[in-house]
């Protein structure tokens, strides 16, 4: 099934994609993609964890939360609990991937699971989309978004627009665990060709029927405007 985006979506995710490599700061980096996503996929909660692997373990740590049904919950209830899932055997692979829980799960064992009792019902949310972030076969972090189950489940569409910005965040992900900045002045000029090659290619691959016009001046993160106070052509 082909997919597509109207062009409102096209300038948004666009304009996401700015944002997410403008960002210098992890937590500045996850919350301005969940506020963005959240125009552009329905759901009632978004969270991005780091995740680290250890002796087979995953270590989540740093949850960004978007709560939009206002829904109090302690995410140390998640991390602390070792819970077991059928999504996390997805977690094993060697590069980003991105899936519907209810792609993997059976239903009926789903919703007896220890899991669904202590942090899927507490919230009232029930279906998911999950998105394990690898770099270099090294993994990086965690962007689970989640609705109620009389929402519905989510789309072929929505798990597209996830897989959009994928690359881009693992990229972020991995660059702001290294301690590198985002910006202009602070990276090299291949590396910056990269991101706009990137950003172009996504977008494209999203609208076909888009034309672009690249400005002269690169997008800087916040860290790289302050720096330079004042941008010239």
Not at 102 to 118: A, C, P
Request: proline share 2%.
């Amino acid at each position: 099934m082909e997919l597509s985006l109207t062009s409102r979506e096209v300038t948004s995710l666009s304009g996401l994609i700015l944002l997410m490599h403008r960002a210098d700061d992890y937590h500045v980096l996850c919350k301005r993609t969940l506020v963005h996503l959240s125009s552009l996929i329905n759901f009632s909660k978004g969270i991005v964890f780091r995740i680290d692997g250890q002796d087979g373990e995953l270590i989540y740590s740093d949850p960004v939360t978007l709560n939009r049904n206002n829904i109090s919950f302690s995410e140390e209830e998640f991390i602390s609990g070792k819970y077991r899932s059928a999504w996390l055997m997805n977690t094993s692979f060697l590069q980003s991937t991105v899936f519907r829980s209810t792609d993997i799960r059976d239903e009926s064992v789903f919703t007896q699971s220890s899991i669904y009792k202590n942090v899927y019902e507490p919230q009232n949310i029930y279906y998911g989309i999950q998105n394990v972030l690898v770099g270099n076969e090294e993994k990086l972090g965690l962007l689970g978004v989640f609705r109620a189950r009389e929402e519905g489940d989510f789309t072929e569409k929505d798990v597209f627009i996830i897989s959009t910005i994928m690359p881009h965040l693992e990229y972020k992900l991995r660059q702001l665990k290294l301690g590198a900045s985002g910006g202009a002045g602070f990276l090299g000029e291949d590396n910056f060709k990269k991101i706009y090659k990137r950003i172009i290619e996504t977008v494209m691959n999203a609208s076909r029927d888009t034309h672009i016009v690249v400005q002269s001046i690169l997008p800087l993160s916040d860290k790289s405007v302050k720096y330079y106070k004042k941008l010239t052509k």
